[in-house]
DNA sequence: TTCCGACAGTGGGGTCGCAAT
DNA sequence: ATTGCGACCCCACTATCGGAA
């Protein structure tokens, strides 16, 4: 509230136009909102959390501009080619030496993506509708359709500083077509019935309370998410965050060229697949989608003939990367010829969506049958695909927030691993042994570390585990304590991924800690064949 | 008054491209 | 060629706080 109403002062602060030039107010708005948020606008600085080692002493007092450190990071973001580096580098010395040292810690927050000051995105959204006194959900629906606060921040504070009332101006934002909104997000639920009971769908059978109400249920594709926007023949397809990779995937801008609609915003999942339609492993698509597609040559015999010709290197696997496809599949639309879908509910969007994109839609079921639902999970989970996602047919589409429409349920796997060191904690965490490694026994001696995790801890774990791995340390190294392996831990996972980094070749994905178990000894651990064949065949 | 939803924080694995070595 | 770094793809989970009930 205090947090709210400081943030909100600064703003208004901010807009005042004292210097009688309303335009460098406004753009020290769209500064300050991104700053307070604990973003830069410029996307790419090329600086980063190893830029922030060796950082000059700070000045005395304070002399810089909002402007003024923007123009910097710009000067910066600009800077490509030989000696950029180093030019780089003089600039943010630069930048920092010119800082006071409060200066300096909230400048290495913004680079490092720290801030630590416990109000980011939706305080500061708060907060302006405080400044501005206008509807907070008007102003967080103006920042989903526009997919940044800045811009919005602008027009809101402009219209209040100029005397006007800033509704209109909130009114302005609008879905357009080209330019991409905030996605929605799902939650998470353990299995299928609690997913069901948090969208107050009854499940069929218990005989009581209202008619059960039905859910559909999607299959969820284990690739990338992708927003798709296409007026006539151009289209552009953005990631979740927004960045736009239309460059990358002729294949996606193709497919979506020959639906049957000429004006329409999709959202839906990339991701590569086998001859058959087996979904390939994440990173494949990951791979492919930071790679261009290879040009016109997804069927030349001799490129993927070199590419995969020993040794392989890194070139060669980014070439093999670009050769693979990436196919889309729908599961929601936005917009279609003319009309915004935001607010209609799922199963009228879905009656608009089988209509634009057929053939192209991801597998679904609409049922109110527990039992159904069920299957259809199992179904998905045999195929290979990530799991389901559960939605309630009546929600709007949900721009920018976890909302409880979409809630999803993926098949969850368990080992019991040992803990072979530990790493001290930084932030809340400070003082406290917080990500664990976790190694699985080798038949032929010792531990084969699987990856790390800090997941699943409660505060007072952490406590516990403080002490207990300190009972049990061996030596340290920077901020790695090692361990006598003999503390088992029973992990949750998603699934297990080939590694170039740990010496199994295998690593655990999402990692997190179910509980410490002492009725385990490290001998009665879970071994790496058990986990290699756990990889191998599912 | 208690309960609960949304947010912030704390990090995980992998991949690419780029510049420096 | 290899290495280190930044940026981005996928994230899970707990503590906290304000507003809803």
């Known amino acids: 509230m205090a947090k709210r109403a400081a943030i909100a002062e600064l703003l208004r602060a901010t807009a005042r136009d004292d210097a009688g030039a309303p335009e460098a107010a406004a753009d020290d708005v769209e500064i300050v909102v991104a700053y307070l948020a604990g973003e830069l606008r410029q996307r790419r600085t090329g600086l980063g959390y190893a830029a922030l080692r060796d950082l000059p002493p700070p000045a005395a007092g304070p002399t810089l501009t909002v402007a003024g450190v923007d123009a910097a990071f710009e000067k910066m973001a600009g800077l490509a080619g030989p000696g950029s580096a180093a030019a780089r580098a003089q600039a943010a010395a630069d930048l920092f030496g010119a800082a006071t040292a409060r200066e300096q810690r909230f400048l290495a927050g913004l680079v490092a993506g720290e801030l630590r000051q416990g109000?980011?995105?939706?305080?500061?959204?708060?907060?302006?509708?405080?400044?501005?006194?206008?509807?907070?959900?008007?102003?967080?629906?103006?920042?989903?359709?526009?997919?940044?606060?800045?811009?919005?921040?602008?027009?809101?504070?402009?219209?209040?500083?100029?005397?006007?009332?800033?509704?209109?101006?909130?009114?302005?934002?609008?879905?357009?077509?080209?330019?991409?909104?905030?996605?929605?997000?799902?939650?998470?639920?353990?299995?299928?019935?609690?997913?069901?009971?948090?969208?107050?769908?009854?499940?069929?059978?218990?005989?009581?309370?209202?008619?059960?109400?039905?859910?559909?249920?999607?299959?969820?594709?284990?690739?990338?998410?992708?927003?798709?926007?296409?007026?006539?023949?151009?289209?552009?397809?953005?990631?979740?965050?927004?960045?736009?990779?239309?460059?990358?995937?002729?294949?996606?801008?193709?497919?979506?060229?020959?639906?049957?609609?000429?004006?329409?915003?999709?959202?839906?999942?990339?991701?590569?697949?086998?001859?058959?339609?087996?979904?390939?492993?994440?990173?494949?698509?990951?791979?492919?989608?930071?790679?261009?597609?290879?040009?016109?040559?997804?069927?030349?015999?001799?490129?993927?003939?070199?590419?995969?010709?020993?040794?392989?290197?890194?070139?060669?696997?980014?070439?093999?990367?670009?050769?693979l496809e990436l196919v889309p599949f729908f599961f929601d639309v936005l917009h279609a010829d003319g009309a915004d879908l935001l607010d209609a509910p799922l199963r009228e969007r879905l009656k608009v969506l089988e209509r634009v994109a057929p053939g192209r839609t991801v597998r679904r079921l609409v049922t109110a049958d527990a039992a159904a639902a069920q299957a259809f999970f199992d179904g998905a989970v045999a195929e290979r695909q990530e799991g389901v996602v559960v939605k309630d047919l009546d929600a709007p589409y949900a721009a920018g927030r976890r909302g409880a429409g979409w809630v999803k349920v993926k098949p969850r796997h368990t080992l019991d691993l040992v803990v072979l060191a530990v790493e001290w904690g930084s932030g809340r965490r400070q003082g406290w042994l917080s990500n664990i490694h976790l190694g699985a026994q080798d038949p032929e001696g010792g531990f084969v570390m699987l990856g790390k995790t800090f997941k699943g801890m409660t505060d007072e774990m952490l406590e516990w585990q403080t002490r207990r791995f300190l009972e049990l340390e061996t030596g340290r190294e920077r901020h790695v304590v090692h361990l006598r392996p003999e503390q088992v831990v029973e992990i949750a996972f998603d699934g297990l991924q080939r590694s170039p980094r740990y010496p199994g070749g295998l690593a655990l994905r999402f990692a997190r800690v179910l509980r410490y178990r002492d009725d385990k000894t490290a001998a009665e651990a879970d071994t790496i064949e058990t986990v290699r064949t756990l990889a191998g065949g599912g």
């Open 119 to 323: 109000a980011l995105d939706s305080v500061v959204l708060d907060a302006l509708a405080a400044a501005a006194e206008v509807d907070a959900e008007a102003v967080r629906r103006a920042v989903m359709l526009r997919g940044a606060t800045g811009p919005v921040a602008r027009a809101v504070l402009a219209a209040v500083a100029a005397g006007q009332a800033p509704a209109p101006a909130l009114a302005g934002f609008r879905l357009e077509v080209g330019r991409p909104v905030r996605p929605m997000l799902a939650q998470s639920a353990p299995d299928v019935p609690a997913a069901l009971e948090k969208l107050g769908v009854a499940g069929a059978g218990d005989g009581q309370g209202p008619a059960p109400a039905g859910a559909c249920l999607d299959v969820k594709l284990d690739g990338i998410r992708i927003q798709v926007h296409r007026r006539g023949d151009d289209v552009r397809v953005f990631t979740r965050s927004l960045d736009d990779i239309t460059d990358r995937v002729p294949e996606i801008v193709a497919a979506v060229r020959a639906l049957p609609v000429g004006e329409a915003v999709l959202d839906g999942e990339a991701l590569a697949l086998d001859e058959d339609g087996t979904p390939r492993p994440f990173q494949e698509t990951a791979a492919r989608s930071a790679t261009r597609a290879a040009n016109g040559a997804a069927n030349d015999a001799a490129a993927v003939e070199a590419a995969s010709a020993d040794p392989p290197s890194a070139t060669a696997e980014a070439e093999l990367a670009a050769q």
